[in-house]
């Protein structure tokens, strides 16, 4: 069993950056491959990132590739996502999941689930 907990959000401008945190509880955060994922209003929670066990593969979403970064930290139980040219599409609540599956986007692989952080990103 793995508790996720989300901080970091906010609201910023368009072209501002925000870092989130996802820090573990539970079982050691190296046991599984991590992501994030958003969910605006009314539409479908989509893939974000997702990151290895051990750092060395990273993938993103098209829509992210080259302005957000993935990272984690194991001995500090805690993944970040670097949010960097924000934009309004990137308005939604982020959150963290751990998966025993590496490099998946599909969130019915996910296994544990943060509550999420909130970013609102203004035009």
């Known amino acids: 069993q793995v508790q996720l907990v989300e901080s970091g959000g906010g609201l910023v401008q368009a072209g501002d950056s925000l870092r989130l945190s996802c820090v573990a509880s539970g079982r050691t955060l190296r046991t599984y491959a991590m992501g994030w994922f958003r969910q605006a209003p009314g539409k479908e929670r989509e893939f974000v990132a997702a990151?290895?066990?051990?750092?060395?593969?990273?993938y993103y979403a098209d829509s992210t590739r080259g302005r957000f970064t993935i990272s984690r930290d194991n001995a500090r139980n805690t993944v970040y996502l670097q949010m960097n040219s924000l934009k309004p599409d990137d308005t939604g609540v982020y959150r963290c999941a751990a998966s025993s599956v590496e490099g998946t986007m599909k969130t019915e692989e996910y296994d544990y689930w943060g509550q999420g952080a909130q970013v609102t990103v203004s035009s």
């Open positions: 990151i290895s066990r051990t750092s060395v593969n990273t």
